[in-house]
C-alpha cells in the first residue's frame, strides 16, 4: 500500500519536481496550463516511486500528444492539501489515497470516469481496486490504479521451526484466533522476554485502520452498514475478537526502532506487502508470508491504495484521460510495481509478475486481493476488503483507530467501540446521510 500518511496540521507547499510547457496555445487560466497541457498532483512517496512516475511522465511528454506538467507534495501533507484545496484550484489529474474516494467525490473534487479513460482500461483494472474506487452511491467509478495493497503475517520459519510451531501454508488453512493465541505461547516459552509478535506499533495515522479492520471483517461485520455503526463496528462478535486480540498485547514487541523483525526479536510480522523487500533481503529462504488469523468469518486482509482521478474543473479532460491509460498501461505499471513490490492493480502485470504470479513469494497476497469481498458484507467466501467506501470514512478511520487501540491498550472494549459507533452515526446525521440515504 504504503498507505501511512501521516495526519499534518496545514498543508506544506508544493515542491515542483518536474514542469512540462505545452506546445504553444493560450493559457486557459487554469495556474498558467495550455490548452495542450495538464497539471497533476502527486505524492512524493519513497525515492523508488518518484522515480518510476517521473519516468512515465517523461515517456508520456515524449509521445507529443500533450504535455503534463508534474508537481509533487509531501507525502505527509498530501492528503490534507487535497482535501484543503478547492475544486477550482485543484489540478487536472490528482493522485488520492483510496479510502478518500468517496469523500473527494462528494466534495465536487473528483469527476466520474466512465467517459474519460478508455474500456480497455476499465477492463484491465483488478477487481479489488475497481470495487475501492467504485462508489456504491452512483455505481460511478471515480480513480484507476497503478499498484493495490495487501495484508499478512511474514514468519521467521528458522524462529517458526526451533519452536515446534506449525504454520499455514496459505488462505485456506489459515490459523484461527485460537491457533494463532497457541503460536505465541509457544514462541514466547521460548523467547528471552516473550516479546514475539511485531504489529508495527511505531506506524501511525492510517495504519491503526488499515492494518486492523481486517480483525472486525474477520468476525463477520462491515462495522457501517447503510450509514450506521451502531450494531456493527460495536457487535458482540467485534468485541470479541478485538478483546482477544488486546490479550496478545503481552507478546508484542513495541518496536519502536522498526527492527523487531529483521533482528530476530520476533518470529512474526503483522504488516503489509511493502516491507516484502527489506524482509526477504534480510532473512532470505527463512521469510514465509502467511494469512492474517480467521477470528470466526475467514481469514481478511485490507486493500486499496493510490489512485488517479480526474478534477470535474478540468479544462481538458480528454488529455487528461489518455493520460490515465497511459499511467495504467502495462510498462508504467510494471515499471512503478517493481520500484515498490506493491501487488500490480491490473490483471496483465499480476499475471505476470515474478512476485504475485502464481508461483510467486507474494502470491497469496494477489490470491487475496483476487477474493475481495467488494462492498458486501464479508463471508468465508472472500478476503480482501476495501476499507467503507462513504464520505464519512475520514470519521469512521479516526474512531476505529482509536477505540481499537484504546482497548489493545487496557480499556474497555464495549465502551470504547460504543462510543466510536455514536460519533459515526451522528456524523451521518449531522450530514443527512451524504446524500446516500
Keep these: 500500500m504504503r498507505s501511512k500518511l501521516v495526519a499534518a496540521a496545514l498543508a506544506a507547499p508544493l515542491l515542483v519536481l518536474a ?51 508534474l508537481q509533487f507534495v509531501p507525502e505527509a501533507d498530501y492528503t490534507s492539501t487535497v482535501t484543503t484545496t478547492s475544486p477550482d484550484d485543484l489540478p487536472d489529474v490528482l493522485e ?36 475501492q474506487n467504485t462508489s456504491p452511491a452512483d455505481g460511478e467509478l471515480y480513480g484507476v490504479s497503478q499498484f493495490d495493497a495487501s495484508l499478512g503475517v511474514y514468519g521467521n520459519r528458522a524462529l ?61 461485520e462491515r462495522i457501517v452498514v447503510d450509514g450506521a455503526a451502531d450494531g456493527h463496528l460495536n457487535s458482540p462478535a467485534v468485541v470479541e475478537a478485538v478483546e482477544r486480540f488486546a490479550g496478545w498485547r503481552q507478546y508484542t514487541d513495541p518496536n519502536t526502532d522498526d527492527a523487531a523483525f529483521v533482528d530476530g526479536r520476533v518470529a512474526l510480522s503483522w504488516v503489509g506487502h511493502w516491507v516484502y523487500n527489506t524482509y526477504a533481503e ?110 464519512a470514512y475520514p470519521v469512521i478511520s479516526q474512531q476505529f483507530s482509536e477505540a481499537f487501540f484504546g482497548a489493545y491498550e487496557g480499556g474497555d472494549a464495549q465502551e470504547l467501540l460504543d462510543q466510536a459507533a455514536r460519533t459515526i452515526d451522528l456524523d451521518f446525521q449531522d450530514n443527512d446521510g451524504y446524500g446516500q440515504g
Design 19 to 69: 514542469a512540462c510547457s505545452g506546445a504553444g496555445g493560450d493559457s486557459n487560466g487554469d495556474g498558467g496550463a495550455t490548452a495542450d497541457e495538464i497539471t497533476v498532483w502527486a505524492h512524493q512517496g519513497q525515492e523508488a516511486e518518484v522515480d518510476a512516475l517521473q519516468q512515465a511522465i517523461d515517456e508520456f511528454n515524449a509521445l507529443g500528444e500533450g504535455a503534463v506538467s
Design 96 to 131: 488520492f489515497d483510496g479510502p478518500m474516494m468517496a469523500s473527494l467525490a462528494y466534495a465536487g473534487k473528483l469527476a466520474p470516469l466512465g467517459d474519460v479513460v478508455s474500456a480497455d482500461t476499465v477492463e484491465n483494472q483488478t477487481e479489488s481496486v475497481l470495487a
Design 160 to 220: 517458526l521451526e526451533a519452536a515446534g510451531v506449525e504454520y499455514p501454508a496459505g488462505l485456506d488453512d489459515a490459523w484461527t484466533a485460537e491457533e494463532f493465541e497457541a503460536a505465541l505461547e509457544t514462541l514466547a516459552a521460548q523467547d528471552d522476554d516473550g516479546k514475539v509478535l511485531d504489529i508495527k506499533e511505531n506506524y501511525g495515522a492510517e495504519w491503526p485502520t488499515y492494518g486492523f479492520l481486517p480483525v472486525a471483517w474477520s468476525a463477520g
Design 282 to 391: 534480510v532473512l532470505g529462504e527463512d521469510l514465509v508470508v502467511l494469512p492474517l488469523p480467521d477470528f470466526g468469518s475467514g481469514p481478511k486482509s485490507g486493500q486499496g491504495s493510490w489512485a488517479w482521478g480526474v478534477s470535474p474543473e478540468s479544462d481538458n479532460p480528454e488529455l487528461a484521460g489518455r493520460f490515465l491509460d497511459f499511467l495504467t498501461a502495462d510498462e508504467a505499471v510494471a515499471a512503478m510495481t517493481e520500484a515498490n513490490a506493491a501487488p500490480p492493480a491490473t490483471t496483465t502485470v499480476t499475471e505476470s509478475s515474478t512476485l504475485y504470479g502464481p508461483d510467486g513469494p507474494l502470491a497469496i497476497f494477489a490470491e487475496s486481493l483476487a477474493r475481495t469481498c467488494g462492498d458486501a458484507a464479508p463471508t468465508a467466501d472472500c478476503v480482501a476488503a476495501p476499507r467503507p467506501i462513504t464520505p
